[in-house]
């Protein structure tokens, strides 16, 4: 009869634990055993036919390797054995702390580990959880109902002075001292005024142009501006419009919906 793997744990702190496992003798030289004898049948030494080395030979040859590479396989399947065994949850990688292996002795290694917490759900028994209600209000539902229209709009070209609400596609460069502001010009770009997206006095300035009007105007930043190269400073901006278009909504019909 095999004689069993032995387990003993050592509480090393809250979490930690120590453990300790020693394989018996006979499994870990059974498996070396094996190990060899495969070997023996498809290793080539010269002198000898394939299948016909001595098992003595290539014991002498190759044990040291064939027991290292057993000994850590065995190591590892016992291991997950012993924290089976145990009820043990890792809450990482187990660290080998020592191996003793010795020929013909049992294989003994201590490893460190750390574990899960044990933790006890409280009684869920008298309480109370109340569920939220959302209320929907008719002006939620149109304000809704607003901003899916204005996501839906539609652009037609005109040939008015731009306002508010209105697409722009602009050329503009920028200018400060006289000598081009990095990273102030650009060409075709869209603009839609009131959208908050260009500072107020630029958008000012395209009030009331028309497609293929260019002009010319000094906005000055505030001292608070993100930008610390334009901040506090005035910059000389000339643009050329290329198009005015203004949005249209669609209905609320079932087209829409």
């Not at 394939?50 to 014991?59: E, H």
């Not at 400060?176 to 005024?193: H, K, T």
């Not at 190269?229 to 249209?248: D, I, M, N």
Request: aromatic share 4%.
């Amino acid at each position: 009869m095999e004689t069993p793997m032995q387990v003993s744990i050592e509480t090393t702190g809250e979490l930690q634990r120590r453990l300790t496992v020693e394989v018996p003798a006979e499994q870990v030289e059974q498996e070396v055993a094996t190990r060899l004898r495969t070997l023996a049948q498809r290793v080539r030494i010269d002198g000898f036919r394939p299948g016909k080395v001595p098992l003595k030979m290539v014991a002498q040859r190759y044990g040291s390797k064939v027991r290292n590479e057993v000994t850590d396989e065995v190591v590892q399947r016992s291991l997950g054995d012993a924290l089976r065994q145990e009820n043990l949850r890792p809450a990482g990688g187990p660290r080998i702390e020592s191996r003793e292996v010795t020929p013909g002795a049992s294989l003994r290694f201590t490893v460190v580990l750390e574990i899960f917490p044990d933790v006890q759900l409280a009684s869920l028994d008298g309480l109370t959880l109340e569920r939220p209600v959302a209320q929907v209000t008719d002006q939620d539902v149109d304000e809704l109902l607003e901003t899916l229209r204005r996501q839906r709009r539609s652009w037609e070209p005109v040939q008015r002075a731009a306002c508010n609400g209105d697409r722009l596609v602009i050329d503009y460069q920028g200018t400060m001292d006289g000598a081009p502001l990095p990273g102030g010009s650009a060409e075709s770009v869209s603009v839609e005024l009131g959208s908050g997206h260009l500072l107020d006095a630029f958008e000012e300035r395209l009030q009331g142009l028309k497609p293929g009007d260019r002009a010319a105007f000094d906005v000055s930043y505030p001292a608070e501006h993100p930008k610390a190269e334009v901040a506090g400073k005035t910059v000389h901006y000339t643009v050329l419009v290329h198009s005015v278009s203004e949005s249209h909504l669609p209905a609320l019909d079932e087209d829409f919906a």
